[in-house]
C-alpha cells in the first residue's frame, strides 16, 4: 500500500485535497477492504501506536467505526465521553487534548458541535512542536471528511470494484436532498464531488438551502447546481444522496411539518422513476424513516447502498488512520 502521493498531517477538510489523495484514499482504502474480508481481520500496521477518539457529541456509527478501525490495524484506543469527563468540572478542550497527548497519544480522531475545535486541536499540536495528527469526525456546519471520502469509496466500488477512483464519476448526476443548511455532510460532499467531475444537484426547500450554496460554484464552475423543487435534481440522476432533517440544530421554524417535507422532497420509489433505471441511494445515517426516505426504499438491496456506506466507513477510516500514522516522522 503505497502512499508516495501522501504528506497530509491532519484530515481537517476536503476544500484543499488533491486527486492524488483522493485516489491515494480510495486505494488504500480497497486494499484494508480485502483485509476485511479474511478470516483473520487485523494487520500490525500501527502496532505500537495510541489513537484517541474524542467526541465531544453524540456518534453511533462515525465513533464506533474509528474505534473498530485503529484496532484491525492493531492500534491502542483511547474514548472519551464528554458527560464523564473533567469537562463537567470546567477543564478546557485544549487542556483536554493536551492530557491525551501526556498519555503518548499519536493521532486524535476529533468530533464537536463547534466547527473549527479540531483545526484549533491541530493548531496547538503543531504550536507544541509534536507529531499528532487530527482528523476532523465532524465539527458544527463546517465539514464530515470521512463520511465524504466513504461516501465516495462506497459509489467508487460499486462501478469499479478492483479500481476505485476519483475519475470514475466524471460526468455522473449526484443529487443531494435534504438538509443542507446545518449538513457537515453535504459540504464536505460537494467539495469531492465536484473535483471528480460529478455533476452535483442540491435540493432543498428555502429554508434548508439558501442562496449563500451558490458561493461554492466558483470552485466548480458548470458542476453545482442549485434547486428549491426535488424533480430537477432528480431527473437522470445516477445516485442520490438523502440528508436526515438536523432538528437538534433547527433554531428557527424551518419546515411547516415532517408530513409536507416528505410529501415534497422525501425519496421514494415513485420519485426515482424519473432517475437513471439503475439508481442508487444513499444517506449518512442516522436515518428518520418516512421522513427523508421511505422505509421500504431503505431497506431495499436494489436501490438502496446505506448499509454499504457503513461497510466502507470502517476501511475507509483503516485508510486514514494508516496514512496517517504512516506519514510520522
Known sequence: MANATWNRHHVLSLADFTQAEYDTVLQTAASFREVLSRRTKKVPTLQGQVVANLFFEPSTRTRSSFELAAKRLSADTLNFAASTSSLTKGETILDT???????????????????????????????????????????GQHEHPSQA??????????????????????????????DILHSRVARSNIWSLTASGAEVHLAAPP??????????????????????????????????????????????YLLPSLREYHQRFGITRDRLRICQPDVKVLHPGPVNRGVEISSDLMDDPQFSLIQAQVTSGVAVRMALLYLMGSSKA
Open 149 to 178: 471520502l466513504l461516501d465516495l469509496f462506497t459509489i467508487c466500488t460499486l462501478i469499479d470494484s478492483d479500481r476505485p477512483r476519483l475519475e470514475l464519476l466524471k460526468d455522473k448526476k449526484i443529487a443531494i436532498v435534504g
Open 97 to 139: 487534548a493536551k492530557t491525551y497527548l501526556a498519555m503518548g497519544t499519536d493521532m486524535m480522531v476529533i468530533r464537536h458541535r463547534e466547527a473549527g475545535v479540531p483545526q484549533a486541536i491541530a493548531d496547538e499540536m503543531d504550536r507544541l512542536g509534536v507529531r499528532v495528527g487530527v482528523l476532523n469526525a465532524g465539527d
Open 207 to 252: 429554508t434548508l438551502l439558501p442562496q449563500l450554496f451558490a458561493d461554492f460554484t466558483t470552485n466548480a464552475p458548470g458542476k453545482l447546481f442549485l434547486h428549491w423543487q426535488v424533480e430537477p435534481a432528480l431527473e437522470n440522476a445516477d445516485f442520490v444522496m438523502t440528508l436526515r432533517l438536523q432538528k437538534e440544530r433547527m433554531t428557527q
